[in-house]
């Protein structure tokens, strides 16, 4: 495989936040290196059932992840396995669920809070942290700019085609203060400085970039519901690919069959949904 891709996920970072908060994102799109669009989370929006429908590319009626409560091996095709399948190193660096779904389950803390597994049909090379104790008064999130360094060496070490990061810290936030809040201000464009380094190092590197969220979040600080304020988020690409008019409203559905297209790897019947890349 040649090709390279980072999808960069910040949890619970809702359409406005994006589009008012992260200067850097917005100050590439102005300048024509990025594209965005608005992409819309499938029902509930819930962080677990996200993730599992933005890697396998089926909706939680198929997947079966309906709460943060159902975690297990899920026993369908997703980019992990897609990329393996056409010879690509996969790499990731995410809360423990994503090592749960798409590699093996109970996550164990100690086998697998990190590994380095060549020959895995999965993924290759994971960093995981699992927010155990996580509530209201301790968020129990790493920091971001080490989750940013730590996929960039994982990157360098071992040649990922493919990289997943994924942060809770904004999730977080936005449960503690809800978002019309000066404190989320804040940590949106700390979020925003801590990544832009690591962004022109990846782009420099040769990676193609897809910066976005799991689901969106309202002013109260919740999400898992039907609305824009909870489903919808922003979707930044960084790459030569063609994509739809910047009025599209994305289907989350289509992530995965977006990421294997671009790689030029399989797309499984089970992933549906047109790409909304070109080839
Ligand atoms: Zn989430």
């Known amino acids: 495989m040649e090709r390279r891709l980072k999808l960069i996920i910040l949890d619970g970072v809702p359409w406005r936040a994006w589009r008012r908060l992260f200067g850097n994102l917005e100050g590439w799109v102005e300048s024509g290196e990025a594209r965005v669009w608005r992409m819309r989370a499938r029902l509930p929006s819930i962080s677990a059932s996200c993730y599992a429908t933005i890697h396998t590319g089926a909706p939680p009626q198929v997947h079966g992840v309906t709460s943060n409560e159902t975690i297990f091996r899920i026993p369908m095709p997703d980019v992990f ?162 994509g739809p008019p910047e009025d599209a409203l994305l289907d989350q559905l289509q992530l995965a069959p977006t990421i294997l297209t671009r790689l030029g790897a399989p797309v499984p019947p089970g992933m549906g949904a047109a790409p909304f890349l070109s080839a």
Do not use: K
């Open 81 to 242: 396995s897609q990329v393996r399948a056409a010879g690509g190193t996969t790499g990731a660096v995410a809360h423990s669920f994503w090592s749960a779904f798409f590699n093996r389950a109970p996550f164990d803390p100690v086998r697998d809070i990190e590994y380095d597994e060549p020959d895995s049909p999965a993924i290759n090379h994971g960093r995981f942290h699992t927010m155990t104790g996580y509530g209201h008064a301790n968020q129990m999130t790493p920091c971001d700019l080490d989750l940013f360094a730590t996929l960039t060496s994982l990157s360098r070490r071992f040649g990922l085609n493919y990289g997943l990061l994924h942060s809770c810290t904004l999730d977080s936030m936005g449960h503690r203060f809800g978002h019309d809040c000066v404190e989320m201000d804040h940590a949106c464009a700390a979020a925003d400085a801590m990544l832009a380094p690591f962004l022109r190092m990846w782009r420099e590197a040769g990676d193609e970039v897809i910066v976005t969220a799991d689901h969106g979040q309202s002013d109260r600080g919740h999400h898992g519901g039907r609305g824009a304020d909870q489903q919808d988020f922003a979707l930044y690409y960084f790459g030569p690919a063609e």
